[in-house]
């Protein structure tokens, strides 16, 4: 059985939270901070996670290893607001037990 992960996860108010995230729910990231309620309700997500929105954008901190960004992810954060370049789309970070540390920060509404 797999165990749960630790993220740390700064809010677009500043405050860090460390939250423990499932590995075995096939949850992404978006879905993480919408159910530990880390962003106001309505402002992330707001495609459902199908890589059209960037309302899930954040901003990686750690060194820890992603996935390689596809297509449509790239596509969407070249025509986002706020883009760095540690930039990620949430939603497409999806909760593995290789994300063990993982630091981001929501990016701000746009």
């Known amino acids: 059985m797999e165990q749960d992960i630790n993220i740390k996860i700064i809010d677009r108010e500043g405050k ?16 993480v901070v919408r159910s530990f309620e880390l962003a106001e309700e309505g402002t992330i997500g707001v495609c459902g996670g199908m890589a059209m929105c960037a309302s899930c954008q954040c901003y990686v901190l750690s060194d820890t290893e992603l ?26 970070i999806h909760i593995t037990p290789d994300l063990e540390g993982l630091e981001v920060e929501l990016a701000p509404e746009s």
Do not use: I
Request: hydrophobic share 40%; with cysteine; glycine share 2%.
């Open 16 to 31: 860090a939270h460390d939250v423990q995230a499932p590995t075995d729910m096939a949850m992404n990231l978006m879905e």
């Open 67 to 92: 996935p390689e960004m596809q297509d449509d992810e790239e596509a969407m954060l070249s025509e986002a607001f706020y883009v760095k370049d540690n930039s990620r789309l949430g939603c497409q």
